[in-house]
């Protein structure tokens, strides 16, 4: 399959956006890293490496900006926030044309990545007057016990190339009214979104008026950067997003420290198909959860369990929709599943699709689509792989478009192997019986931090608490109560009588 013409240059839009949102030449231009848009394939930019000794200066400086800002009420913090949410408003089509021409997303991916920094701004802006503690019930007379919540310092955070800006978002809004301040590595892969962002924030802090200076700072570069980033003992909690392997190299250096670590790692995210379900809501969420954003998002879905009775029946119907997505230019309208970021992601692909036909898959898919005078960008139809057994190849994580379709026949059955992987990230059943329904959701059912009914696993909303067990690193980010991991908590008791009665009956009289 062809692409009809040859799309245009991104590096050219990339210096249009990048001048537009503000962020200067000299950050994006001669420096030693560049920067290829998936796109096209062509390097749009050459960023500047941060030295560990500079990653260790910014560090400093947002230190010294924390000090000032956790005396700033929260809810004043907010409005900072809110302020940034309004950059973000005015900016939301440049900033998501840049994430277009980094990542790689389609349009409407991009605007709704954007749109999800904008939510959670929006979110944060409410926490601002909300970050409660509670008053407890105490043993002694005349006396109060309560909890407060305190500003915890200097938050790390390490993103993927995947959600260039929007997880960053997630940490950094909340982070930042809770009142820390935040260091910044993002992927070597999407660093201009990163400055983009940093522009964008810095305007903000500008309409602001008194904010600290160095209250953000994006540090760019590789694993050094990310090395001094979590070794540094100002930084009380890294955030990081990225693989398993990742995580395993974060976390246990930080534990070193006794720093927190907060973990979003692989997932290997899977969807039942019980025999009531709605065929056509299927088709849908299966379709967008497993091909949307070429296969590239954590809570994609890699593995699909259809009931025996329903196989025959559906699988035609998704193999039709794998055969006709349209594969080409994230820009072009009508386009639903861009590039793969870049040919080492392609060559897990091809890797994972040979061992899924070792252990007897039939592959239907995955081909390479050819773009005319692109020869570095990589576009992939989806593959799609029928399996009789959850091989080893399906039970490893492939960042890439692959589907792997098994057969059940007894949910707990489907359940059991739903949960026999190495990851935990998010999980859906399709099904109208509600006894389904509940046993997927319950004790019993999956073990995931995302269950979902009559939804696929990808495109959570922000309200709720985003992360996963077991390899995906247990961390929990944006909504519900995750703002407590960017605090630290107190324990405050107050004795307002004259006596002073120890706790559990304890006599010391001196
Ligand atoms: C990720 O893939 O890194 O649930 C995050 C979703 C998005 C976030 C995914 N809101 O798909």
């Known amino acids: 399959m062809t692409l009809q013409t040859k799309i245009g240059s991104a590096a050219a839009e990339a210096a249009e956006v990048l001048e537009r949102l503000g962020v200067a030449a000299p950050l994006w231009t001669g420096g030693d890293r560049p920067v290829r848009s998936p796109v096209t394939g062509e390097v749009v930019a050459h960023v500047h490496d941060a030295s560990p000794a500079q990653v260790a200066k910014a560090i400093d400086a947002a230190h010294g900006a924390y000090l000032a800002w956790r005396n700033v009420p929260a809810p004043r913090r907010g409005e900072l926030v809110r302020l940034f949410g309004q950059e973000l408003r005015a900016a939301k089509?440049?900033?998501?044309?840049?994430?277009?021409?980094?990542?790689?997303?389609?349009?409407?991916?991009?605007?709704?990545?954007?749109?999800?920094?904008?939510?959670?701004?929006?979110?944060?802006?409410?926490?601002?007057?909300?970050?409660?503690?509670?008053?407890?019930?105490?043993?002694?007379?005349?006396?109060?016990?309560?909890?407060?919540?305190?500003?915890?310092?200097?938050?790390?955070?390490?993103?993927?190339?995947?959600?260039?800006?929007?997880?960053?978002?997630?940490?950094?809004?909340?982070?930042?009214?809770?009142?820390?301040?935040?260091?910044?590595?993002?992927?070597?892969?999407?660093?201009?979104?990163?400055?983009?962002?940093?522009?964008?924030?810095?305007?903000?802090?500008?309409?602001?008026?008194?904010?600290?200076?160095?209250?953000?700072?994006?540090?760019?570069?590789g694993r050094e950067v990310g090395e001094a980033l979590v070794d540094h003992p100002k930084v009380p909690l890294v955030s990081a997003t990225g693989s398993t392997a990742m995580g395993r190299a974060v976390g246990p250096r930080l534990a070193a420290r006794f720093a927190r670590a907060l973990l979003e790692l692989g997932g290997n995210n899977a969807a039942i198909v019980a025999p009531t379900a709605d065929l056509d809501l299927t088709l849908r969420g299966v379709a967008f959860a497993a091909m949307g954003t070429a296969g590239q998002r954590c809570t994609t879905l890699r593995r699909l369990f259809v009931h025996d009775s329903l196989y025959d029946a559906f699988l035609p119907r998704l193999k039709a929709a794998y055969g006709s997505v349209p594969v080409g230019d994230p820009r072009q309208e009508g386009t639903l599943v861009g590039p793969l970021i870049d040919a080492a992601s392609r060559q897990g692909m091809e890797q994972a699709l040979a061992d899924a036909k070792a252990a007897g898959g039939r592959v239907t898919g995955g081909e390479l689509v050819d773009v005319p005078g692109c020869p570095e960008a990589v576009y992939a139809r989806p593959a799609l792989v029928e399996m009789a057994v959850q091989a080893d190849v399906v039970r490893r994580e492939t960042f890439a478009p692959i589907l792997y379709v098994m057969r059940y026949s007894d949910l707990a059955e489907a359940i059991r192997l739903q949960n026999d992987v190495p990851q935990g990230l998010s999980s859906s059943i399709f099904t109208n019986d509600v006894r389904e329904a509940e046993l997927f959701i319950s004790e019993r059912g999956s073990d995931c931090g995302i269950a979902n009914v009559n939804i696929g696993p990808s495109g959570a909303e922000i309200g709720g608490a985003f992360g996963g067990e077991k390899e995906t690193g247990g961390g929990r980010e944006a909504g519900s109560d995750s703002w407590k991991a960017y605090m630290r908590r107190a324990t405050n008791t107050v004795n307002y009588g004259r006596t002073l009665p120890l706790a559990q009956g304890v006599e010391f009289d001196v």
């Open 93 to 221: 089509a440049d900033l998501a044309r840049l994430v277009t021409l980094e990542a790689g997303k389609i349009v409407s991916e991009a605007n709704g990545e954007v749109q999800e920094m904008i939510d959670i701004c929006d979110y944060a802006v409410g926490l601002s007057r909300q970050l409660f503690g509670l008053t407890l019930a105490t043993e002694r007379p005349d006396h109060r016990m309560m909890e407060t919540w305190r500003s915890l310092g200097v938050v790390g955070v390490i993103s993927a190339f995947n959600f260039p800006v929007a997880v960053w978002s997630w940490n950094a809004a909340l982070a930042f009214v809770c009142g820390d301040a935040c260091v910044w590595k993002p992927s070597e892969k999407t660093p201009l979104t990163a400055l983009a962002v940093q522009s964008l924030f810095e305007r903000a802090a500008v309409l602001f008026g008194d904010a600290p200076k160095n209250l953000s700072a994006v540090v760019i570069g």
